[in-house]
């Protein structure tokens, strides 16, 4: 059989590769962090968004690659998930499988650990979460499921760490001992014409390791990937035998095969589930808390939840919001110390601190400035993003692992459906509004991989705190009157969210799709969350965004810093460079430099857009924006440009280090430079028709 | 008596009949266990939100256009008279 020839490579050596299979929610991330204390790899899967993770296990002198496959629902291929996961278990570049099955939702899971059975018999069935089985008044019969999927099942928990030794221990035999057939489900009338299709593939080499049977009900379906590989393969005639029958088919029983070949599978899941389950219904109603989050009221509800959870992220970081509400009372002096003991405060102030004794030390003038302006800078700039991440993700684990996040999303679904997006949106979203950076690391909670670069591109054009900071500025600079400038507030933020809603709509199209997303998404019941998991998760992500975005962010600060030290040779005619842009609005000569000099400034952090006026013009940065004595037009033509114009550095970093493809990096920042500049040029052609 | 899902009162249960729509949602919702033969148990259905249902072993929330897509007949003795008006 074409599926085995791969296992016995690896057979012999000590160095076994066993690829995770299990639904969404399984508990997939638990036990892999449980079962592997050293995460030995992580890269995106080829073209796509999705995260894959390798991790190391050494049991008695042996080595045991764990690869964790997206979290799927079957082998069909619609999303791009299950793509990976399946294109993945077709190459045959694993010795046996580790297939996940929820002991809570055994009736559902064991549906995709049957399909993966059907594709290999080297594999042990590990059930999840089985601490919460017996509470939960399920009965599993382990001996039952074992001899009727013929191979080892171990009830697992990475709660209280049962099992786990069992699992690795029945790996082990698994990998060591010989082939094992892939198990057969019975397809009732589908049956002979699978048998005649598997017939016909015996004289074609499959460029894929896949059993017969799986090939030739594949072919049946129709799965056009399949059908191409085997076209290919010179089984043109297969595939057009595939065709007839499949008319045949539907013409004799009015339903498409997929349909019944889905239906039959579940049978056997049924059956199987009658000879071993037990579920004795402790509790079928759901709690309060669950029916409001449900509610018509539960949109409110669920904002109720996850605004002060992410306030406080903010507050606890960098005092925003609510230094801006002190400093809107007349309080600046508290607000200051505030923001200089939160932690962002406190990392910014130490680095400061070490800048200056570097600034005061007798080294030349060029090597300090790079010290301090540039790599000091650019080791801060990383490291004060790392409180923020880490708490803005332990929260969003929080919400996700305690059950909330779904019953969130699928309450807000109905408001972002309207944007092309899922509920699920809400978290970066809400997460932009503080800081672009975790929010574009929060775009991985989206349902698919189309909504996740949907939400990559469009997140960026959400003004964060540092953009806040500027629009209030130039607001009280140039429209004083409280009326005009709240107005000129709510535009602000209004357009950028109009330009976040046209992008994501776009992107949607760029990808083919027309419709909105569907809701479909399975609520758990609401619990209290493992704190082990959440601080794994979190770290996990803080860990690699250092890493990953680290790297590039440090990299285009050291850049920023050649470009703008004022000792360099650049600083000079870097404004000049944006002055023709510049001059489309009406700014020119110096004031254009200064300007477009802080535009690149501002690359860094948006804050130093300010910054590098004030320090130019030896000015405290309101007073600075008043000298530039801009007209009403050119005041608001600017402040859309230093809102929306580029995500900073640090969102660029990060969005690498999500994508993992310098391609989207480039192009979403591009995108957002070329929407931005397109925006600034219109507000300043209305502004100016109407006067301002 | 078939109806769809989104017509279904909270509260009640009912056998799944045939699911309707596009190849891809289709698939989506027969491979979430909303196969023909599947029982489900109708937990909230209010509009606009969505319908949540259970169904093996699994609590989901379909958006309503989905759940239109899913026909399903009441099981016996369900509350079909009070739904009648
Ligand atoms: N009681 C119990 N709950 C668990 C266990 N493992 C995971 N869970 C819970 O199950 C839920 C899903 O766990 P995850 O590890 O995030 O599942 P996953 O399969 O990675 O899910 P996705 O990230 O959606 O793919 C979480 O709420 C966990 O707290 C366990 O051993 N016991």
Redesign the pocket.
Known sequence: MACERAHFKGAGSRHYRVAVV???????????TALTKEIAHIANWPGTTVERKEGLIRVSGKEIVLIDL??IYSLSGISAEERVARDFLLTGQWDALLI?VDSLAIERTLYLAVHALELTGRAVVAL?????AHKQGVHVSISKLESELGIPVVP?????REGIGELIAKLLQVLEGGTKRPLKVEYGYLEKYISELEKELANVSLPFKAPPRWVALKLLEGDEHISMLVRSAGGEGVVRRAGELRSLIVQFTGREVDELEIQYRFNFVDELCKAAVVRKRVREEIGVFERVLLSRAGAAASLLILLPLYLAVFTFNTGFPLTLILRVVGAAEVAELLESSTLSGLISGAFDGVAALVRESSLPTVVKSAIADGVLQGVGLVLTFLPLIFTALLILSLL????IGPYAAASLHRFFQRLGLSGRAVYPLLISLGCNVPAVMASRTAPDEVERRQLVFSVPFIPCQARLVIIVAFVSVYFPSPFVAVTALLVTYAAAFALFAFTSTIIRRFYGIREPPELLIEL?PI?F??LR?LWW?AWDYTKHYLKRAGVVIFGLSLIIWALTSELGVFAAAIGDVLSPLLALIGITGEKATLIGFSLVAGLAAKEAVLLSISATMGADPIDALRSLQLTGAQALSLLALYTTYMPCIATVGTIYKETGSLKYTVSATAWSLSLSLVTSYIVYILASGLNL | MIRSLADVPAGSRAVVVEVAGGRGAKRRLLEMGLSPGSRVEVIVNGFPGPVVVKVRGVMAALGRGLAAKVLVKLEEGEREAQHGV
Not at chain 1, 22 to 32: A, C, D, E, Q
Not at chain 1, 156 to 160: E, G, I, L, P, W
């Open positions: 299990g639904n969404p929610n399984v508990g997939k991330s638990t036990l892999f997206p979290g996940l999840t979460k089985w601490d919460a697992v928990s990475a709660v209280t996700e692992d305690s059950g758990p619990h969350p493992s998991v998760i």
